[in-house]
């Protein structure tokens, strides 16, 4: 079982209107077995702040 405990990506954006495509290299952790937790965190506020995820998938090419 894999633990992760700094971010595998860490980003920033302010909505513009659109859902915004992300994506993780997840190679360091294949072959690996571990549960991943895909989480947001606010900012100074979390007045009107929101996440999305549209079809999340992990896939090996």
Avoid: K, N
């Amino acid at each position: 079982m894999f633990s992760v405990t700094t971010p595998l990506i860490s980003e920033a954006h302010a909505y513009q209107g659109e859902l915004l495509p992300l994506s993780a290299d997840l190679s360091s952790l294949a072959g690996a077995r571990g549960r991943l937790v895909i989480r947001v965190r606010a900012r100074a506020s979390a007045d009107h702040d929101w996440a999305a995820w549209v079809g999340p998938r992990v896939y090996s090419p």
